[in-house]
């Protein structure tokens, strides 16, 4: 990240792919899995100017279990697919998104190319799965 007054620059080739394991807590079987899979994410923002992003890679197939978070957030998908968890889920494509509101439950599958997406949520969420 640069800072420049007042603004705020995240170049996603500068940013470190983490190590989701170190902060996995009572995810981590998800995170375990998902890591296995190849699916990763980079953080973007955290907490400048009210924001919290990240960036992430989902591989074909991939699902990502019902859950809710406590703050809203809105997922723009830039390539691939994925089909929404539930009864008659849509499924997005490359330049579709979703608004989504603390708690709503939700989760989806991967289309067959994977997926790549950008997260922007108004809080740091604290994630939910669905029993």
Not at 23 to 47: F, I, M, N, Q
Not at 79 to 106: H, N
Request: charged fraction near 20%; hydrophobic fraction near 35%.
């Amino acid at each position: 990240m640069t800072e420049s007054a007042g603004g705020y620059f995240f170049v996603l080739d500068e940013i470190a792919w983490p190590d989701e394991g170190e902060s996995a807590g009572a995810l981590g079987d998800l995170v375990e899995a998902a890591k296995r899979s190849g699916a990763r994410r980079k953080y973007l923002a955290r907490g400048e100017g009210g924001f919290f992003s990240q960036y992430s890679e989902f591989p074909a197939g991939f699902t990502v279990p019902r859950h809710t978070h406590d703050h809203n957030e809105i997922i723009f998908l830039l390539d691939g697919s994925c089909t929404m968890l539930g009864d008659a889920g849509p499924t997005l494509r490359a330049g579709d998104s979703m608004v989504l509101i603390g708690g709503y439950e939700y989760g989806f599958t991967a289309g067959a190319d994977g997926m790549k997406f950008v997260t922007i949520r108004t809080g740091k969420a604290d994630t939910q799965l669905t029993p």
